[in-house]
């Protein structure tokens, strides 16, 4: 079965401290894919980045990087110098490729405070 | 484009009615798919679809129903609402068979008292 954690319910931070959201998954298939979605108050599901299981380098856009580690099962999710528009809640998906069906995480908010 | 679209935006029902929540893309996607967010829980999935004629259920199918007569039309049925059915449903479509991310509509509030 696959399954998402976000162990981290709620994160405040002040504007311009780092912070890192986690997420860990469980899956028993050698192909999957990982998401990270952000939603913000205003509630839409907005896509930030998909990483397939074969690759694990990080990636870095802006002041977004993840880094994948397949030996802990984890995809978490930096952002650097924070703003108070990156105040949302942002989810981690993962995907078995069966049909493309995602399984969520219970996601993690992010209170950035000026 | 104007993407995926639901309607409506809102919804208060009484318990025992029922209401179909429209959903609608028009990307030419193959996928579509029927999710509901619980306060504080994210998203689970109740229906499916890959492709006009075809659905399967996801995780949390109890109390719902889904047709696809086209490939941009992906409604859902809500028979005898319970309070248990509030919550936030969103629609979401996905080229197919390839795996990609998904597009999610704006949302359909729906309360059940």
């Known amino acids: 079965a696959q399954k998402v954690t976000q162990a981290q319910t709620e994160i405040s931070v002040v504007e311009k401290e780092d912070v890192t959201l986690d997420c860990v998954y469980e899956t028993r298939d050698t192909t999957y894919y990982l998401f990270w979605y952000k939603q913000p108050p205003s509630g839409e599901l907005v896509f930030l980045i998909r990483?397939?299981?074969?690759?694990?380098q990080n990636e870095i856009s802006g002041r977004y990087s993840w880094n994948f580690q397949k030996s802990t099962s984890s995809f978490n999710f930096t952002i650097t110098a924070s703003q108070v528009v990156d105040s949302a809640v942002y989810f981690c998906?993962?995907?078995?490729?069966?049909?493309?069906?995602?399984?969520f995480g219970s996601g993690t908010k992010l209170n950035v405070k000026p | 484009n104007a993407g995926v679209t639901q309607t409506p935006k809102f919804r208060i029902l009484k318990i025992g009615q029922s209401m179909t929540l429209q959903c609608t893309q028009d990307?030419?996607?193959?996928?579509m798919y029927w999710y509901r967010q619980d306060p504080g829980m994210g998203l689970k999935l109740i229906y499916y679809s890959v492709g006009a004629g075809i659905t399967d259920k996801g995780e949390v199918p109890n109390g719902y129903n889904v047709s696809r007569s086209t490939t941009e039309d992906f409604p859902l049925r809500l028979e005898l609402a319970a309070p248990s059915q509030t919550s936030v449903y969103f629609c979401?479509?996905?080229?197919?068979?390839?795996?990609?991310?998904?597009?999610f509509g704006p949302g359909t509030r729906l309360t059940v008292l």
């Open positions: 990307m030419n996607h193959n996928y």
């Open positions: 998906a993962l995907s078995d490729g069966d049909f493309n069906k995602f399984y």
């Open positions: 990483r397939n299981s074969f690759d694990e």
């Open positions: 979401a479509s996905s080229y197919g068979p390839e795996v990609t991310e998904q597009f």
